[in-house]
């Protein structure tokens, strides 16, 4: 049963936080200033170092819990739709990340849509991937992963990465992604849209849009579910229950492992949508970040990183 911490927020989330967004309308400014308004609401663990750096004109900060480990790398792809989301409104959960993996967290300010639609991220994302293995750090030890749309952008990422022919990283993960930018056929649409307290097949549907921009649908990438995954580096995937993009894991999981990938999957009785950013008050969500972060630092460090 869920917790009853979990169970108050989740009424937050229901009652406050969703109407916001829906009385914003389709209005993307209106999104991203509600977005970064939420940001006082993060609790930043003590003794987090934060270190804003530039990788080739693109803005990017560092995340270090006290004590991290230097060889070692996350490249961290935040969430958002595409449309929204940086480093400063996820810098709760990254840190967080951080002091259980014991290892820096990579941040980047990506470029979004509706100015800038796919592949932009991406690209971004590759770019950092490459300043990382340019720095020193070995492919082996370096795990990429992210939230919502961040967890998307991982799985293209990888993809793109592996199609490239570039040597892989340890691993990824992802909390929620939504893997059908073109499509959006996934049941959990239908299943659980009464239940879901705060994302909507319309919302998708708006953002997909944006994201997919003047591409044509048809492009492999937009929607990774159709696409060989074979070849991928382990996988860790986390999903709510209650959430509409739920049939996205299930349909990425069950052909990642079919491919014969890795794949470490779970889902949370009675959570939303990337609940891990409630960590510091509800428990599901911390167990959630130390599953992942004991993922992270199993593949990281297997390669005699420590």
Known sequence: MPSLQSRFYRLIIKYYVAPQYRRAGNSVPAWKK?????????????????DPITINGMPAEWVRARGV????????????????????????????????TGTGLLVLDYRLAPEHPFPAAMEDAITAYD???????????????GDSAGGSLTVQTLLALKEDGKPMPAAGFCMSPPLDWVR???????????????ITEQMCRFTGGLYVGENDPATPLLNPLDTGLA????????VGDDEVLLSDSVRLTKRAQAAGVEVEFKIWPGMWHVFQANAASVPEAHQS???ISKFVTNHMYQSGAV
């Open 184 to 198: 959006f056929d996934g049941e959990s649409y239908q299943t659980r849209a009464r239940v879901d307290p705060w």
């Open 34 to 50: 509600l977005m970064e308004t939420f940001v006082k609401f993060q609790r930043i663990p003590e003794g987090t170092v934060i």
């Open 231 to 238: 070849g991928l580096p382990p996988l860790c995937i986390h």
């Open 131 to 145: 300043w990382l293995l340019e720095r020193g750090y070995a492919p082996e030890q370096v795990v990429i992963g």
């Open 69 to 100: 480990r230097q060889e070692c790398a996350v490249l961290f792809l935040h969430g958002g739709a595409f449309v929204m989301g940086s480093p400063n409104t996820h810098r709760e959960l990254a840190a967080r990340f951080s002091a259980e």
């Open 289 to 291: 970040i130390a599953e």
